[in-house]
């Protein structure tokens, strides 16, 4: 199995710039790139006879690039198509009856997103509890909320925002962030967690 980069269709960002975008496009080719270099790694080694400790890191190893290629994937789709949403839509309803309304939603997320430190605010759709979850993930491959689907992604870590806003500015980021954000991508990504629960 080789992973191939995916081509996003990404239109014109509000507070984006195109080189931050090409910046941050090349980091997740590096995190593909990886992936496949230590898959290929793993079987070479296992191969010779290697010692299995040796294997057991790159597999370790295996999980930061997985992740990372994974998550870039779920960041990037979500600003493919411009912005879209539906205030109507089922996922519109979960925000409403778990926050309140769809604007203390987002506020929440925004909130969760100013945590101290780098890593991803994840919304997840819990279909056990049968609610929402949003959650800082500092590192990608350590602390995901395990088995539940992924809604959103915000990137926060500084490569990010950095061509474009300093640290301090990452409330700006934030806002660039949801000023793009084609909530259509979220509420199908919640229709099909729905539905994957439900048989």
């Known amino acids: 199995m080789t992973y191939i980069a995916r081509k996003f269709n990404l239109?014109?960002?509000t507070g984006l710039s195109e080189k931050q975008i090409k910046v941050h496009l090349a980091l997740y080719e590096g995190y593909v790139k990886h992936v496949n270099l230590i898959m290929e790694q793993?079987?070479?080694l296992k191969e010779s006879g290697?010692?299995?400790y040796v294997v057991a890191e790159l597999r370790r190893r295996l999980a930061f690039e997985f992740d990372g290629m994974r998550m870039h994937e779920y960041?990037?789709?979500?600003?493919?198509?411009?912005?879209?949403?539906d205030s109507q839509s089922a996922l519109a309803e979960a925000a409403v009856e778990k926050y309140g309304s769809g604007k203390n939603f987002i506020a929440h997320i925004k909130e969760v997103a100013l945590t101290r430190g780098i890593g991803w605010v994840v919304v997840y759709y819990d279909p056990v509890?049968?609610?929402?979850?949003t959650s800082f993930v500092a590192d990608h491959e350590l602390g995901?909320?395990?088995?539940?689907?992924?809604?959103?992604?915000?990137d926060?870590?500084?490569?990010?925002?950095?061509?474009d806003y300093v640290p301090a500015d990452k409330k700006s980021y934030v806002d660039a962030f949801f000023a793009n954000l084609n909530w259509s991508v979220v509420e199908k990504r919640f229709d099909e967690a729905k539905k994957i629960s439900a048989a």
């Open 50 to 52: 290697v010692e299995p």
């Open 42 to 44: 793993i079987q070479k």
């Open 156 to 163: 926060l870590w500084e490569h990010a925002y950095m061509v």
């Open 75 to 85: 960041y990037f789709a979500q600003f493919e198509g411009g912005k879209g949403g």
């Open 129 to 133: 509890a049968v609610t929402l979850h």
């Open 144 to 154: 995901q909320l395990a088995g539940l689907p992924i809604l959103l992604a915000l």
């Open 11 to 13: 239109p014109t960002l």
